[in-house]
């Protein structure tokens, strides 16, 4: 089994920054790929952005490329996503996401182990 616990969300006015944490414990061994997904109220759980090990490949959705950056620390076993110039509609509950495979797949049933969440809310 494996343990994600995200952490740095918070409240931010427009056009500001936050930078999100994910941790991950347990059986890090089978952890390779891991991403980031978001769920506003009423909405669909959707891909944010994912990075292999090392850092080798990166994929982000479209909404927030050239906004968002992806990172990951392999010795820590944790995964970093750094928002800046947010807007409203980034308000979502954001996950933390891994799964025992490579490959950067942007529907979330490809992924097996799922943090807790952590809220961001972007006021306008």
């Known amino acids: 089994q494996v343990q994600l616990v995200e952490s740095g969300g918070g409240l931010v006015q427009a056009g500001g920054s936050l930078r999100l944490s994910c941790a991950a414990s347990?059986?890090?061994?089978?952890?390779?790929?891991m991403a980031w997904f978001r769920q506003a109220p009423g909405k669909e759980r959707e891909f944010v952005a994912a990075i292999t090990p090392n850092g080798r490949s990166i994929n982000y959705a479209g909404s927030v490329k050239d906004r968002f950056s992806i990172s990951r620390d392999d010795v820590q076993m944790a995964v970093y996503l750094q928002m800046n110039s947010l807007k409203s509609e980034d308000t979502a509950v954001y996950y933390c996401?891994?799964?025992?495979?490579?490959?950067?797949?942007?529907?979330?049933?490809?992924?097996?182990?799922w943090g807790p969440g952590t809220q961001v809310t972007v006021s306008s």
């Open positions: 347990g059986r890090t061994s089978s952890v390779l790929t």
């Open positions: 996401a891994s799964r025992s495979g490579f490959g950067l797949p942007t529907m979330f049933r490809y992924y097996s182990y």
